[in-house]
T-cell receptor, first 114, second 116 residues
Framework: DSGVTQTPKHLITATGQRVTLRCSPRSGDLSVYWYQQSLDQGLQFLIQYYNGEERAKGNILERFSAQQFPDLHSELNLSSLELGDSALYFC?????????????FGPGTRLTVT | GENVEQHPSTLSVQEGDSAVIKCTYSDSASNYFPWYKQELGKRPQLIIDIRSNVGEKKDQRIAVTLNKTAKHFSLHITETQPEDSAVYFCAASATGDGGATNKLIFGTGTLLAVQP
Protein backbone atom coordinates (compact mmCIF):
# COMPACT_ATOMS: atom_id res chain seq x y z
CA ASP A 1 0.00 0.00 0.00
CA SER A 2 1.56 3.28 -1.15
CA GLY A 3 -0.62 5.49 1.05
CA VAL A 4 -2.18 7.14 -2.01
CA THR A 5 -5.91 6.56 -2.36
CA GLN A 6 -8.11 6.94 -5.41
CA THR A 7 -11.85 6.76 -5.79
CA PRO A 8 -13.80 5.31 -7.38
CA LYS A 9 -12.03 2.09 -8.31
CA HIS A 10 -14.17 1.53 -11.36
CA LEU A 11 -16.37 3.87 -13.36
CA ILE A 12 -18.63 3.03 -16.27
CA THR A 13 -20.32 5.85 -18.11
CA ALA A 14 -21.64 6.82 -21.51
CA THR A 15 -20.19 8.99 -24.22
CA GLY A 16 -20.80 12.68 -23.72
CA GLN A 17 -20.94 12.41 -19.96
CA ARG A 18 -18.73 14.03 -17.32
CA VAL A 19 -16.96 12.28 -14.45
CA THR A 20 -14.75 13.27 -11.55
CA LEU A 21 -11.89 11.16 -10.26
CA ARG A 22 -10.52 11.77 -6.80
CA CYS A 23 -7.06 11.31 -5.36
CA SER A 24 -5.72 11.71 -1.83
CA PRO A 25 -1.93 11.89 -1.62
CA ARG A 26 0.27 10.32 1.02
CA SER A 27 0.37 12.21 4.27
CA GLY A 28 2.93 14.99 3.93
CA ASP A 29 3.14 14.92 0.14
CA LEU A 30 2.43 18.24 -1.52
CA SER A 31 2.69 17.18 -5.14
CA VAL A 32 0.05 15.28 -7.09
CA TYR A 33 0.50 13.92 -10.60
CA TRP A 34 -2.17 12.50 -12.91
CA TYR A 35 -1.42 9.85 -15.52
CA GLN A 36 -3.50 8.07 -18.12
CA GLN A 37 -2.65 4.47 -18.97
CA SER A 38 -4.16 2.89 -22.04
CA LEU A 39 -3.14 -0.30 -23.80
CA ASP A 40 -1.52 1.37 -26.77
CA GLN A 41 -0.14 4.53 -25.13
CA GLY A 42 1.52 3.36 -21.96
CA LEU A 43 1.71 5.84 -19.08
CA GLN A 44 0.96 9.37 -20.27
CA PHE A 45 1.58 12.30 -17.96
CA LEU A 46 -1.44 14.60 -17.82
CA ILE A 47 -0.87 17.28 -15.20
CA GLN A 48 0.89 18.04 -11.92
CA TYR A 49 -0.19 20.15 -8.97
CA TYR A 50 2.01 21.28 -6.15
CA ASN A 51 0.57 22.75 -2.97
CA GLY A 52 -2.60 23.83 -4.72
CA GLU A 53 -1.08 25.27 -7.87
CA GLU A 54 -0.64 23.84 -11.32
CA ARG A 55 3.03 22.97 -11.80
CA ALA A 56 3.39 21.16 -15.11
CA LYS A 57 1.20 20.10 -17.97
CA GLY A 58 1.51 17.12 -20.26
CA ASN A 59 -0.76 15.68 -22.88
CA ILE A 60 -3.96 16.75 -21.23
CA LEU A 61 -6.95 17.37 -23.46
CA GLU A 62 -8.94 20.59 -23.18
CA ARG A 63 -11.95 18.48 -22.14
CA PHE A 64 -10.00 17.46 -19.04
CA SER A 65 -9.24 19.65 -16.07
CA ALA A 66 -7.88 19.17 -12.59
CA GLN A 67 -7.44 20.98 -9.33
CA GLN A 68 -5.83 20.50 -5.97
CA PHE A 69 -7.68 21.59 -2.88
CA PRO A 70 -6.39 23.16 0.37
CA ASP A 71 -6.40 19.73 2.05
CA LEU A 72 -4.14 18.61 -0.85
CA HIS A 73 -6.52 16.10 -2.36
CA SER A 74 -6.93 16.43 -6.09
CA GLU A 75 -9.72 15.87 -8.58
CA LEU A 76 -9.50 15.15 -12.28
CA ASN A 77 -12.56 16.15 -14.25
CA LEU A 78 -13.22 14.52 -17.59
CA SER A 79 -16.02 15.93 -19.73
CA SER A 80 -17.65 15.21 -23.09
CA LEU A 81 -16.32 11.71 -22.75
CA GLU A 82 -15.40 9.70 -25.81
CA LEU A 83 -14.80 5.99 -26.27
CA GLY A 84 -11.08 6.69 -26.55
CA ASP A 85 -11.02 8.09 -23.01
CA SER A 86 -11.47 4.59 -21.65
CA ALA A 87 -8.30 3.93 -19.68
CA LEU A 88 -6.77 3.45 -16.29
CA TYR A 89 -6.16 6.79 -14.57
CA PHE A 90 -3.47 6.91 -11.92
CA CYS A 91 -2.55 9.64 -9.57
CA UNK A 92 0.82 9.72 -7.87
CA UNK A 93 2.16 11.84 -5.07
CA UNK A 94 5.54 13.10 -4.03
CA UNK A 95 6.95 15.26 -1.27
CA UNK A 96 8.39 17.91 -3.55
CA UNK A 97 7.54 19.54 -6.88
CA UNK A 98 10.63 18.17 -8.61
CA UNK A 99 9.69 15.13 -10.75
CA UNK A 100 13.10 13.59 -10.05
CA UNK A 101 11.97 12.25 -6.72
CA UNK A 102 10.07 9.04 -6.17
CA UNK A 103 6.43 9.22 -7.07
CA UNK A 104 4.05 6.94 -5.19
CA PHE A 105 1.19 5.70 -7.29
CA GLY A 106 -2.36 5.11 -6.20
CA PRO A 107 -4.32 1.98 -7.17
CA GLY A 108 -5.91 3.72 -10.16
CA THR A 109 -9.43 4.33 -11.43
CA ARG A 110 -10.54 2.24 -14.36
CA LEU A 111 -12.81 4.30 -16.59
CA THR A 112 -14.94 2.60 -19.20
CA VAL A 113 -16.85 4.78 -21.65
CA THR A 114 -19.60 2.98 -23.54
CA GLY B 1 8.88 16.90 -28.19
CA GLU B 2 10.45 14.90 -25.41
CA ASN B 3 10.43 11.19 -26.05
CA VAL B 4 11.54 7.97 -24.39
CA GLU B 5 11.79 4.84 -26.49
CA GLN B 6 11.84 1.42 -24.86
CA HIS B 7 12.80 -1.99 -26.26
CA PRO B 8 11.83 -4.73 -26.42
CA SER B 9 8.08 -4.54 -25.95
CA THR B 10 7.97 -8.16 -24.80
CA LEU B 11 10.70 -10.36 -23.36
CA SER B 12 10.51 -14.00 -22.39
CA VAL B 13 13.34 -15.63 -20.45
CA GLN B 14 13.90 -18.85 -18.58
CA GLU B 15 14.09 -18.72 -14.82
CA GLY B 16 17.66 -18.03 -13.77
CA ASP B 17 18.59 -16.22 -16.98
CA SER B 18 19.31 -12.51 -17.23
CA ALA B 19 16.99 -9.92 -18.74
CA VAL B 20 17.97 -6.59 -20.27
CA ILE B 21 15.62 -3.76 -21.19
CA LYS B 22 16.89 -0.71 -23.02
CA CYS B 23 15.65 2.87 -23.29
CA THR B 24 16.73 5.95 -25.17
CA TYR B 25 15.74 9.52 -24.42
CA SER B 26 15.65 12.64 -26.55
CA ASP B 27 16.10 15.54 -24.11
CA SER B 28 19.82 15.93 -23.45
CA ALA B 29 19.00 17.84 -20.27
CA SER B 30 17.40 14.74 -18.73
CA ASN B 31 19.10 13.92 -15.46
CA TYR B 32 16.87 11.45 -13.64
CA PHE B 33 16.03 7.95 -14.88
CA PRO B 34 13.72 5.76 -12.79
CA TRP B 35 12.43 2.29 -13.54
CA TYR B 36 8.98 1.22 -12.45
CA LYS B 37 7.56 -2.28 -12.18
CA GLN B 38 3.86 -2.87 -12.68
CA GLU B 39 2.41 -6.25 -11.87
CA LEU B 40 -0.84 -7.25 -13.51
CA GLY B 41 -3.71 -5.18 -12.15
CA LYS B 42 -1.47 -3.30 -9.74
CA ARG B 43 0.05 0.14 -9.47
CA PRO B 44 3.50 1.04 -10.85
CA GLN B 45 6.21 0.88 -8.19
CA LEU B 46 9.70 2.31 -8.31
CA ILE B 47 12.35 -0.41 -8.29
CA ILE B 48 15.52 1.52 -9.01
CA ASP B 49 16.59 4.91 -10.28
CA ILE B 50 19.77 6.59 -11.43
CA ARG B 51 20.86 10.18 -11.76
CA SER B 52 23.07 11.60 -14.46
CA ASN B 53 26.10 12.00 -12.21
CA VAL B 54 26.61 8.22 -12.01
CA GLY B 55 27.02 5.61 -14.70
CA GLU B 56 25.76 2.53 -12.89
CA LYS B 57 23.72 1.60 -9.85
CA LYS B 58 23.04 -1.82 -8.43
CA ASP B 59 20.52 -3.18 -5.94
CA GLN B 60 20.76 -6.92 -5.38
CA ARG B 61 19.67 -8.60 -8.62
CA ILE B 62 18.83 -5.42 -10.49
CA ALA B 63 21.14 -2.84 -11.96
CA VAL B 64 20.80 0.19 -14.17
CA THR B 65 23.43 1.64 -16.47
CA LEU B 66 23.45 5.07 -18.06
CA ASN B 67 25.30 6.28 -21.15
CA LYS B 68 24.78 10.05 -21.32
CA THR B 69 26.70 10.44 -24.57
CA ALA B 70 24.47 7.98 -26.38
CA LYS B 71 21.42 9.06 -24.37
CA HIS B 72 20.44 5.57 -23.39
CA PHE B 73 20.01 3.63 -20.18
CA SER B 74 19.32 0.00 -19.46
CA LEU B 75 17.82 -2.22 -16.77
CA HIS B 76 19.55 -5.49 -16.03
CA ILE B 77 17.90 -8.24 -13.99
CA THR B 78 20.05 -11.24 -13.12
CA GLU B 79 18.95 -14.67 -11.88
CA THR B 80 15.38 -13.96 -12.91
CA GLN B 81 12.55 -15.50 -10.90
CA PRO B 82 8.87 -16.02 -11.80
CA GLU B 83 7.92 -13.15 -9.48
CA ASP B 84 9.92 -10.80 -11.73
CA SER B 85 7.20 -11.27 -14.36
CA ALA B 86 5.59 -7.85 -14.85
CA VAL B 87 5.59 -4.81 -17.10
CA TYR B 88 8.64 -2.61 -16.64
CA PHE B 89 8.62 1.07 -17.53
CA CYS B 90 11.60 3.33 -17.92
CA ALA B 91 11.23 7.08 -17.57
CA ALA B 92 13.26 10.24 -17.84
CA SER B 93 12.96 13.74 -16.48
CA ALA B 94 14.97 16.92 -16.37
CA THR B 95 15.07 19.35 -13.49
CA GLY B 96 16.05 22.97 -13.34
CA ASP B 97 15.79 25.57 -16.03
CA GLY B 98 17.96 23.78 -18.57
CA GLY B 99 15.54 21.04 -19.47
CA ALA B 100 12.32 21.07 -21.40
CA THR B 101 11.34 17.82 -19.72
CA ASN B 102 10.21 19.20 -16.37
CA LYS B 103 8.04 16.14 -16.02
CA LEU B 104 8.47 12.40 -16.01
CA ILE B 105 8.20 10.92 -19.50
CA PHE B 106 7.61 7.18 -19.58
CA GLY B 107 8.62 4.59 -22.12
CA THR B 108 5.94 2.32 -23.56
CA GLY B 109 6.77 -0.59 -21.29
CA THR B 110 8.27 -4.08 -21.57
CA LEU B 111 6.27 -7.15 -20.66
CA LEU B 112 8.73 -9.54 -19.04
CA ALA B 113 7.70 -13.16 -18.71
CA VAL B 114 9.92 -15.45 -16.68
CA GLN B 115 9.25 -19.08 -17.53
CA PRO B 116 9.73 -21.55 -14.65
Amino acid sequence: DSGVTQTPKHLITATGQRVTLRCSPRSGDLSVYWYQQSLDQGLQFLIQYYNGEERAKGNILERFSAQQFPDLHSELNLSSLELGDSALYFCASSVVADPSYEQYFGPGTRLTVT
Amino acid sequence: GENVEQHPSTLSVQEGDSAVIKCTYSDSASNYFPWYKQELGKRPQLIIDIRSNVGEKKDQRIAVTLNKTAKHFSLHITETQPEDSAVYFCAASATGDGGATNKLIFGTGTLLAVQP
